[in-house]
C-alpha cells in the first residue's frame, strides 16, 4: 500500500520544526498462514530464494555462533504428507519479494526523513529505535528496512514485549473488548453480520466445491478471511488461482476471487468502523499500544528521552484497530505495508501533531481531528487521554470489568 516517500511527501512549510516522528505499518508480502490454505494443494510455493536465519549470539560477542538458516525438506522415509502446499516454505513466512518491499519501505522513509528533512542522523544511534511483534515475520521485514536505511553489517537490537502483554501484535488479554468483537463479528450470530455471509452462500459453494474446504468447515465460513488470505497471498506472487486436484480445468474465477476481495473489505469496516460497539472494542484492545504513542510524544515536547525516531513493524489487526481509534474516514483492509505516520513539530512555543495514513495526511470523522494536519498537540492527547486513560489506565479497567 502506499506509504511516505519522497515522491509524494507535503513538506510542512519551514516555521514547523520537525521534533518526533513515530512509524507503524504491517509487514509486506507472506505466505499464507497454514491455517488457510486448502486440505490439499494442486501446486507448491518453493522459497529458496532466501534464507531464513535462526541462531543464537552470546553478547558481549564472545565464542561466535554460525549463521543458521532453514531449509525445508521432505524425506521419502516420511509416509505423512504437509497439509496444504507442498515445497520450501514456512507458512507464514515473508517471501523474496516481501523482503525487496520491506528494503524498498526502509529506503523511502530514509528518503524523507534523513535525504529531504534532514531529521535522521547518518548513523543509527541511541536516538532511532526499531520495534517487533512476537511473530518472527516482522523481524523478517525489520531486517531489510533497517539495512535499507542505515545500511548496518553487525548486530542490531529491536525492541520486543513479552507476548502475553505485547502492546503492538496485540496479545495481551482484554475479554471485554474479545467479546464485544464477537458480540457483532467474526463467530456471531448477529443478523447485521450474518446477512453477508447468508448472501454469500453461493460464492462459497463454488469455491468449497474447487478447493476442497469442507462445508461445516465453521473458520473458513465465519468469515471472508480464509479465502482471502489464500487467494489474494497467491495473486501478490503472480501465482496462479487453484484448481480442483482431482478436476485440474475447474478453476477458481477471477471474479470470484474480487468477490471474496470486496467482502473482506466490507467485514473490515464493519467490524472496526461501522458498528456502534467498534470504537470500545479497539480502545480496549489497542489502547495501550496508543498510550505508550502518547506518552512517547509527551517525552518528546518535554525533551526527557533522546529518542526521535520510533519505527514499529506490526500486523494488519494492530493498523485496524489503529484505524479504528483514530475514526478513519474511510475504512479498508489495511493492505501489506500499511502505514500510519505520527510527526511532531514545534512552532514557536506550541507543538502540534501530523498523522499521515498511505503517505498523505489522514482524514477522521471524528471532529475533534478531522484533517489531522497541525493539531495543536494538546488536542491530539486529550482525544487519546479521554479514551484509554494516561499510561492506559482506563483500558485496564475497562480490560477487567
Known amino acids: ?35 488457510n490454505t486448502f486440505p490439499e494443494e494442486g501446486y507448491a510455493w518453493y522459497c529458496d530464494d532466501e534464507g531464513l536465519f535462526h541462531y543464537g549470539q552470546p553478547l558481549p560477542i564472545g565464542n561466535l555462533s554460525q549463521q543458521l ?36 519501505h526502509g529506503k523511502d522513509l530514509f528518503g524523507v526523513y534523513h535525504d529531504l528533512l534532514q531529521f535522521l542522523p547518518d548513523n543509527i ?11 518472527v515475520i516482522t523481524s523478517q521485514v525489520a531486517g531489510m528496512v ?23 501484535e496485540p496479545t495481551y488479554a482484554c475479554p471485554a473488548a474479545s467479546d464485544l468483537f464477537s458480540s457483532v463479528g467474526v463467530g456471531s450470530t448477529n443478523p447485521s453480520w450474518t446477512a453477508h455471509l447468508t448472501a454469500s452462500q453461493a460464492l462459497y459453494e463454488r469455491l468449497d466445491g474447487i478447493s476442497g474446504v ?56 464493519y467490524i472496526y468502523r461501522d458498528t456502534s460497539e467498534s470504537l470500545k472494542a479497539s480502545v480496549g484492545s489497542y489502547g495501550v499500544w496508543v498510550a505508550e504513542l502518547a506518552q512517547n510524544i509527551r517525552d518528546a515536547i518535554a525533551g526527557t528521552r533522546s529518542t526521535i525516531y520510533r519505527h514499529n513493524v506490526a500486523h494488519d489487526g494492530s493498523i485496524s484497530r489503529l484505524l479504528s481509534i483514530l475514526q478513519v ?42 484533517q489531522a494536519d497541525m493539531l495543536p498537540v494538546e488536542i491530539v492527547l486529550a482525544y487519546f487521554d479521554g479514551l484509554v486513560g494516561v499510561g492506559a489506565s482506563s483500558v485496564l479497567s475497562f480490560c477487567k470489568s
Open 146 to 168: 533497517i539495512n535499507a536505511m542505515y545500511g548496518r553489517d553487525s548486530p542490531y537490537g529491536v525492541n520486543i514485549q513479552p507476548d502475553s502483554i505485547d502492546s503492538l
Open 329 to 370: 474516514d474511510a475504512m479498508v483492509w489495511p493492505g501489506m505495508g500499511a502505514e500510519v505516520v505520527f510527526e511532531v513539530y514545534g512552532k514557536d512555543s506550541a507543538d502540534f501533531v501530523r498523522i499521515l495514513w498511505g503517505g498523505q495526511v489522514l482524514r477522521s470523522s471524528n471532529p475533534a481531528i478531522g
Open 214 to 269: 469442507s462445508p461445516t468447515d465453521s473458520a473458513f465460513h465465519q468469515s471472508a478471511d480464509h479465502y482471502f488470505d489464500n487467494l489474494s497471498s497467491r495473486l501478490c506472487h503472480q501465482k496462479p488461482l487453484p484448481c480442483n486436484v482431482s478436476r485440474p480445468k475447474d478453476c477458481i474465477a477471477l471474479k470470484d476471487a474480487e468477490e471474496i476481495f470486496r467482502l473482506g473489505q466490507y467485514e473490515y469496516s
Open 125 to 135: 544511534d541511541d536516538r532511532i529505535s526499531y520495534r517487533v511483534t512476537n511473530n
Open 1 to 35: 500500500m502506499p506509504h511516505v516517500r519522497s515522491q509524494e511527501y507535503s513538506k510542512a512549510s519551514d516555521e514547523y520544526q520537525l521534533k518526533y516522528v513515530e512509524v507503524i505499518h504491517r509487514h509486506h508480502k507472506r505466505t499464507p498462514y497454514a491455517a
Open 69 to 104: 538458516y532453514w531449509k525445508v525438506f521432505t524425506s521419502s522415509s516420511n509416509p505423512f504428507r504437509p497439509t496444504g502446499f507442498n515445497g520450501t516454505c514456512q507458512f507464514p513466512q515473508i517471501t523474496r519479494e516481501g523482503l525487496d518491499d520491506s528494503w524498498q
